[in-house]
């Protein structure tokens, strides 16, 4: 047995893993016992976490075809494999989310969304195909437009062991990102940034929750892939040095209380804002700024940390957003990270993005946050809203299903009989 | 330097974490297992990952008199060739059944040693290249709970020693690669020191450097080499009421 947990190290679970290296491994562990696939771990809270069988798929990383920007990987590959080999030829991800660190199996599952989703949709968009084994050991291969697809991605792991998928990737004349960055002193201001700037390639928002004087301040980043004739001319194109990583000790979470947290958030926003304007950012520091600290994660302690991701409905949002801002502030429990963004509409069936507005923060794991996520559901649940499971790992089950799709999502599972055999602590959780 | 490298046994996690650190290099990269079919889909990795070409042979460790044809049928005689063929079995199967243990005795000394002595006649022959054998601290020093894989390590050690001895003058290099414990299917189930217990990638990093570097033995976490040290100096009378 050994003691897992996800990102957010809450909850810690004895889980017997079982690695797999081939498919055969994999069969041989769909065969055996109820399990949950297992990708690099990036997922917060529970969802891939199972007491029974938890199946490794980091040893399922290989590479196995390569043209015209599209690449077949099996599942356990990582966005930052993928990355290293291609950038250097002029290709980068079609959508990433904050952490390069995550599988492919697990981008696929969790439908993972990135800074432009409001123009290019979630990881779906990239996915040509997914091979899935299902409970007989079967493989089968489904495309977008099948049922099995569109509950696969998304899905959770919930439908079948991802394999290996065809994804592609988007041409890229440099690794370098041409960023434009706006101070903006309210949510109003920042919502109608957001909305005049629908068709920059890349937006995200950072967001003071905290009850200080620069409640809703907010710095505004806008970005695209620079041009060649964007980069000055001693400027390498292709920058793929390694950063080194910082390492994170415990017991951090202590300067991040009440007062020092306000005076963290302002100061954050008064340097930003000072150097708002157009700058060109290499690609690691603007799509992945926390993976340069090694084990981010132990900031807040041992105990861990739980995040809260919701979308509201975009004309829901402003007053929604309005509220569990004000909640949080309130509530003194102010988060370190604070992170608006905006959606396109919903593609796959159990996805989480929506047209409207995401916002994300973590807590750490205590009696404190639990209470304030279970009025922040309230707020959520009230202006129509949903919840990413991904990030997930408290949710109550009448949250989730107070999500239409979660019915039909488990009801399908029992109807199939992929309940039977593929589960995890979460989906145990939810009664997915 | 980027000639082939050889990857005997390269069906294992180490041997794949070897594979990718040299095709990374820009090598040129042979595999090398038994039942060569299942290598392919890691000839396809490497190919894609790092644009290099991939080729993949039938070898078996245990079949010695196939090892002088296996040799010159490779496409080209490697620059580099690594040997991570080895297996652990189970001490107790080894000390029931004396014929279990001579497999294993030949896979971890006699099948290495033979593919090697094939392979180190022919570099000699053209005056280059470089042998890794992966051996391990098991070799070190007998001990009750793995003595039969740790004798068979220990003459397979031995070899690369007095291969590196006669081969020094010829142009030839021999690294002696130690791994100790290692995050490997070997280990699956086996609770290990977090300290003490390599990544795959951290050997194949370790054997890259060490064959630029022409060192002569690595233990691939340095702080083995102190453990071993302690474990080798025990006295006698004492050591034999241990259990380590």
């Not at chain 2, 005056?127 to 098991?138: F, H, K, Y």
């Not at chain 2, 793995?146 to 001895?165: D, E, H, I, P």
């Given at each position: 047995?050994?003691?897992?947990s996800?990102?957010?190290?809450?909850?810690q679970?004895?889980?017997?893993?079982?690695r797999?290296r081939?498919?055969?491994?994999v069969?041989?562990?769909?065969?055996?016992?109820?399990?949950i696939?297992?990708?690099?771990g990036?997922?917060?809270?529970?969802?891939a976490?199972?007491?029974g069988?938890?199946?490794?798929?980091?040893?399922m990383?290989?590479m196995l075809?390569?043209?015209?920007?599209?690449?077949?990987?099996?599942?356990?590959?990582?966005l930052?494999?993928?990355?290293?080999?291609?950038?250097?030829?002029?290709?980068?991800p079609?959508?990433?989310?904050?952490?390069?660190?995550?599988?492919l199996?697990?981008a696929?599952?969790?439908?993972?969304?990135?800074?432009?989703?409001?123009?290019d949709?979630s990881?779906?968009?990239?996915?040509?195909?997914?091979e899935l084994?299902?409970m007989d050991?079967?493989?089968?291969?489904?495309?977008?437009?099948?049922?099995?697809?569109?509950?696969?991605?998304?899905?959770?792991?919930?439908?079948?062991?991802?394999?290996?998928?065809?994804?592609?990737?988007?041409?890229?004349?440099?690794?370098?990102?041409?960023?434009?960055s706006?101070?903006?002193?309210s949510?109003?201001e920042?919502?109608?940034?957001f909305?005049?700037?629908m068709?920059?390639?890349?937006?995200?928002?950072w967001?003071?929750?905290?009850?200080?004087?620069?409640?809703?301040?907010?710095?505004?980043?806008?970005?695209?892939?620079?041009r060649s004739?964007?980069?000055?001319?001693?400027?390498?194109?292709?920058?793929?040095?390694?950063?080194?990583?910082?390492?994170?000790p415990f017991?951090?979470?202590?300067?991040?209380?009440?007062?020092?947290?306000?005076?963290?958030?302002s100061?954050?926003?008064?340097?930003?804002?000072?150097?708002?304007?157009?700058?060109?950012?290499?690609?690691?520091?603007y799509?992945?700024?926390?993976?340069?600290?090694?084990?981010?994660?132990?900031?807040?302690?041992r105990?861990?940390?739980?995040?809260?991701?919701?979308v509201l409905?975009?004309?829901?949002?402003?007053?929604?957003?309005?509220?569990?801002?004000?909640?949080i502030a309130?509530?003194?429990?102010?988060?370190?990270?604070?992170?608006l963004k905006?959606?396109?509409?919903?593609?796959?069936?159990?996805?989480f993005?929506?047209?409207?507005?995401?916002?994300?923060?973590d807590?750490?794991?205590n009696?404190?946050?639990?209470?304030?996520?279970?009025q922040?559901?309230?707020?959520?649940?009230a202006?129509?809203?949903?919840?990413?499971?991904?990030?997930?790992?408290?949710?109550?089950q009448?949250?989730?299903?107070?999500?239409?799709?979660?019915?039909t999502?488990?009801a399908?599972r029992?109807?199939?009989?992929?309940?039977?055999?593929?589960?995890?602590?979460?989906s145990?959780?939810?009664?997915? | 330097?980027?000639?082939?490298?050889l990857?005997?046994?390269a069906?294992?996690?180490?041997a794949?974490?070897?594979a990718?650190?040299?095709?990374?290099?820009g090598?040129?990269i042979?595999?090398?297992?038994?039942?060569?079919?299942?290598?392919e889909?890691d000839a396809r990795?490497?190919?894609?990952?790092?644009?290099?070409?991939?080729?993949?042979?039938e070898?078996?460790?245990l079949?010695?008199?196939?090892?002088?044809?296996?040799?010159?049928?490779l496409?080209?005689?490697?620059?580099?060739?690594i040997?991570?063929?080895?297996a652990?079995?189970?001490?107790?199967?080894?000390e029931?059944?004396?014929q279990?243990?001579?497999?294993?005795?030949r896979?971890?000394y006699?099948?290495?040693a033979s593919?090697?002595?094939?392979?180190?006649?022919?570099?000699?022959?053209?005056?280059?290249?470089?042998?890794?054998g992966?051996?391990?601290?098991?070799?070190?020093?007998?001990?009750?709970?793995?003595?039969?894989?740790?004798?068979?390590?220990?003459?397979?050690?031995?070899?690369?020693?007095?291969l590196?001895n006669?081969?020094s003058?010829?142009?030839?290099h021999?690294?002696?690669?130690?791994?100790g414990?290692?995050?490997?299917?070997?280990?699956?189930?086996?609770?290990t020191p977090?300290p003490?217990?390599?990544?795959?990638?951290?050997?194949?990093a370790?054997?890259?450097k060490?064959v630029?570097?022409?060192?002569?033995v690595?233990?691939?976490?340095?702080?083995?080499?102190?453990?071993?040290a302690?474990?080798?100096?025990?006295p006698?009378?004492?050591?034999?009421?241990?259990?380590?």
């Amino acid at each position: 047995m050994t003691e897992l947990s996800g990102w957010g190290l809450f909850p810690q679970i004895d889980c017997r893993v079982v690695r797999a290296r081939c498919e055969d491994d994999v069969r041989k562990a769909v065969l055996a016992a109820p399990l949950i696939a297992r990708g690099n771990g990036r997922a917060y809270g529970d969802a891939a976490l199972n007491p029974g069988q938890t199946l490794d798929m980091t040893g399922m990383d290989r590479m196995l075809s390569f043209k015209d920007g599209m690449l077949v990987a099996e599942a356990g590959v990582l966005l930052a494999d993928i990355i290293h080999a291609f950038l250097p030829r002029g290709w980068f991800p079609l959508v990433t989310p904050g952490t390069k660190m995550v599988s492919l199996g697990g981008a696929i599952a969790a439908d993972v969304h990135g800074k432009n989703h409001h123009v290019d949709g979630s990881f779906r968009s990239c996915v040509d195909w997914v091979e899935l084994m299902g409970m007989d050991g079967e493989v089968s291969r489904v495309a977008p437009g099948d049922e099995l697809f569109e509950w696969t991605l998304g899905g959770m792991g919930l439908t079948g062991v991802i394999l290996r998928a065809q994804i592609r990737l988007r041409p890229v004349e440099s690794s370098w990102i041409v960023q434009d960055s706006k101070a903006l002193t309210s949510l109003t201001e920042t919502i109608d940034a957001f909305e005049a700037a629908m068709d920059a390639p890349y937006s995200v928002a950072w967001i003071d929750c905290t009850d200080g004087p620069q409640h809703g301040h907010s710095i505004l980043l806008l970005g695209r892939h620079a041009r060649s004739e964007d980069l000055p001319a001693d400027r390498p194109k292709f920058n793929l040095q390694r950063r080194g990583k910082i390492p994170v000790p415990f017991g951090m979470p202590l300067l991040f209380k009440g007062r020092a947290l306000q005076l963290i958030n302002s100061a954050y926003w008064r340097l930003k804002a000072r150097r708002a304007g157009r700058a060109l950012v290499d690609w690691d520091s603007y799509f992945y700024p926390l993976d340069g600290l090694a084990n981010w994660n132990k900031l807040y302690g041992r105990n861990g940390f739980i995040q809260f991701q919701c979308v509201l409905p975009r004309d829901m949002a402003p007053d929604g957003l309005a509220k569990l801002m004000a909640a949080i502030a309130e509530s003194k429990q102010g988060s370190v990270l604070s992170v608006l963004k905006r959606f396109g509409p919903q593609t796959s069936h159990f996805s989480f993005p929506m047209a409207g507005y995401t916002l994300a923060m973590d807590f750490p794991a205590n009696e404190r946050s639990l209470a304030l996520m279970e009025q922040l559901d309230k707020i959520t649940l009230a202006h129509g809203g949903r919840f990413y499971l991904a990030k997930d790992a408290r949710m109550a089950q009448a949250v989730a299903k107070a999500d239409p799709r979660a019915e039909t999502f488990a009801a399908m599972r029992k109807e199939t009989g992929l309940a039977a055999r593929f589960a995890s602590v979460q989906s145990e959780r939810l009664g997915l | 330097m980027s000639g082939p490298v050889l990857i005997l046994g390269a069906a294992s996690d180490i041997a794949r974490a070897v594979a990718r650190s040299f095709g990374e290099a820009g090598h040129p990269i042979q595999l090398a297992a038994r039942n060569a079919e299942r290598l392919e889909d890691d000839a396809r990795d490497l190919a894609t990952r790092y644009g290099v070409e991939v080729t993949t042979h039938e070898f078996d460790a245990l079949e010695t008199d196939s090892h002088a044809g296996f040799v010159a049928g490779l496409p080209a005689l490697p620059e580099v060739a690594i040997c991570a063929v080895g297996a652990m079995g189970t001490q107790t199967k080894s000390e029931a059944d004396p014929q279990a243990a001579i497999q294993i005795m030949r896979a971890n000394y006699e099948g290495p040693a033979s593919v090697l002595a094939h392979l180190a006649n022919a570099m000699e022959a053209r005056g280059s290249g470089t042998l890794v054998g992966i051996s391990s601290v098991a070799g070190d020093r007998g001990r009750a709970s793995n003595y039969v894989y740790g004798s068979a390590k220990a003459g397979f050690t031995a070899f690369l020693s007095g291969l590196r001895n006669r081969l020094s003058k010829q142009g030839v290099h021999v690294v002696t690669v130690l791994p100790g414990f290692v995050k490997t299917a070997m280990l699956e189930g086996i609770e290990t020191p977090a300290p003490l217990t390599a990544e795959p990638e951290e050997v194949g990093a370790a054997i890259l450097k060490a064959v630029r570097r022409k060192t002569n033995v690595i233990y691939t976490r340095p702080v083995w080499r102190a453990v071993m040290a302690v474990i080798r100096n025990i006295p006698e009378p004492v050591f034999k009421k241990t259990s380590i």
